[in-house]
Structure formats: C-alpha cells, structure tokens
T-cell receptor, first 113, second 117 residues
C-alpha cells in the first residue's frame, strides 16, 4: 500500500463546477496535510494545509480532513480554466519521518471553458 | 517577494560528469529540503537540513550524491559521477519550523531540470 494515494485522474470538470480531489494516507500518526498545485513545467505551489479534523476554507478552496478515515480532500468551487494543473497531496508524520513531506502521485485536473 | 532560488535552471551534461546544483533558501528559513521529481517516481525527498545540520538523507544514493549547507544562505546538491538515470527535475524547498509545529510549511524553488546523456 502506498503511503499517500490520490485519484489518478485525469479529472475533467466544466468551468464553474466544483472540483473534488481526494487523498488517503496510511500512517495513522500523520499530523499535517498539504495540497500543492503544480502547473506543467513549474514547481509545486502550496495552496492549503490542514491539521485539524473538519473543514478549512480559503477563498474558492476548501480542505477537508477526517483523521478517523485517514482521508483528506480539496474542493475547488467555481472552477476556472486557470485551475487546470496537477494537484499533489502531501502529509507529514513527525513521529516517524520528522519534517519529511510524503507526496501522492498527483491528480491532473482540467477545467473546460 | 521572498522565494527560494535555484541555479542552474537547466543542465545538460554527459554521463560521468560532476553536477552541482545550488539553492538559496528564503531568508530566515531554517530547514532546507532537496526533492527529485520524475514521471515514474513522482516527488521524492533526497535529503534535508535543519539549522544547516543534515537530518535525513535516507532518500539519497550515497555513492554518488552528496548534499551540504556551507552556510545558512546556500545549500548544494552534487552528483558525481552522473548517470542517465539521474535525469530529473531537482527541487529545493525551504521552511521555518514554528513553535506550533502544525504550522510548519515548505515552499519550493523553481527547480533544476537535469538531463544526463
């Protein structure tokens, strides 16, 4: 089992729709969870991080964390073509790995005009 | 506008040559990470430093790779000798470990795209 798993995608949504990106993790001791956006040929850009169960909202982005289910998601409301990118989920498990970020393989999102 | 800088941005070299990549972390950040990204393996951590001390280099092939932090403003990753399988994008990231560890984040540089022929 991979440490961090994401829907492989690609995910395609129409402009204005809600895009839902999902991520599960295997280490129950994981503490912090991150979503990075990576445009083709560019570096990962931090969008949001979350460490408490529940929802965290920032503009059109909402991160959701459920530690009991070992599940974290990212919702993008009112999706725009500029949101088309690969979204990377990452986790930190400080007890076992210190500050190491473990990444999923990413989900490619396409928002169609 | 604080950001991580990396040089060179692109490097093409021949097998067997030494490659040195440099990173300048965000001023004030005390943790520096080296990641490698390939299509097959995704993003994987090679090594990281805190306050210039190496904390974890378990992801780095020891026989050919070395990472150092000569000072707080410079981190280097060297490959000697380079091999075609080292072709990848190498990212440096930096972060600051706050009192509330839950607030710890990492910011990536633009990367060095390496091609070993």
């Amino acid at each position: 089992q991979k440490e961090v798993e994401q829907n492989s995608g690609p995910l395609s949504v129409p402009e204005g729709a809600i895009a839902s990106l999902n991520c599960t993790y295997s280490d129950r001791g994981s503490q912090s969870f991150f979503w990075y956006r990576q445009y083709s040929g560019k570096s990962p850009e931090l969008i949001m991080f979350i460490y408490s169960n529940g929802d965290k909202e920032d503009g059109r982005f909402t991160a959701q964390l459920n530690k009991a289910s070992q599940y974290v998601s990212l919702l993008i409301r009112d999706s725009q073509p500029s949101d088309s990118a690969t979204y990377l989920c990452a986790v930190i498990s400080r007890e076992t790995s210190g500050s190491r970020l473990t990444f999923g393989e990413g989900t490619q999102l396409t928002v169609n005009p | 506008d604080a950001r991580v800088t990396q040089t060179p941005r692109h490097k093409v070299t021949e097998m067997g040559q030494e490659v040195t990549m440099r990173c300048q972390p965000i001023l004030g950040h005390n943790t520096v990470f080296w990641y490698r990204q390939t299509m097959m393996q995704g993003l994987e951590l090679l090594a990281y430093f805190r306050n210039r001390a190496p904390l974890d280099d378990s992801g780095m092939p020891k026989d050919r790779f070395s990472a150092e932090m000569p000072d707080a403003t410079l981190a280097t990753l060297k490959i000697q000798p380079s091999e075609p399988r080292d072709s990848a994008v190498y990212f440096c990231a930096s972060g600051l470990v706050p009192l509330d560890r839950n607030q710890e984040t990492q910011y990536f540089g633009p990367g060095t795209r390496l091609l070993v022929l």
